[in-house]
């Protein structure tokens, strides 16, 4: 069975930084591209960054420049570090597998207060 559970979120204040991990079982983890993405409440998910197996990386124009995605087969964890965060970045925040998807777990709760 394959699953992706992730961690890592919390409240935090505005400025301050969260790291989100993501650890997946069940598929041969070093083989595929791995995304963030987050769902903004009654909007759709959108993707935030994506880390392909040669570890190039993707970000959305709204991310750049703070957050960084990382994945370390060995762990088979993919890893999103957030820095700067903004409260325009309150979202559930979810991994999944970039091109190949499987149903979506119950993403972590990133809340920034301003």
């Known amino acids: 069975q394959v699953q992706l559970v992730e961690s890592g979120g919390g409240l935090v204040q505005a400025g301050g930084s969260l790291r989100l991990s993501c650890a997946a079982s069940?598929?041969?983890?070093?083989?595929?591209?791995m995304g963030w993405f987050r769902q903004f409440p009654g909007k759709q998910r959108e993707l935030v960054a994506t880390?392909?197996?040669?570890?190039?990386?993707n970000y959305a124009d709204s991310v750049k420049g703070r957050f960084t995605i990382s994945r370390d087969n060995a762990k088979t964890t993919v890893y999103l570090q957030m820095n700067s965060l903004r409260p325009e970045d309150t979202a559930v925040y979810y991994c999944?597998?970039?091109?190949?998807?499987?149903?979506w777990g119950q993403g972590t709760q990133v809340t920034v207060s301003s």
């Open positions: 880390i392909t197996r040669t570890y190039i990386t």
């Open positions: 999944n597998f970039r091109d190949s998807p499987i149903d």
């Open positions: 069940g598929r041969p983890f070093s083989r595929y591209t």
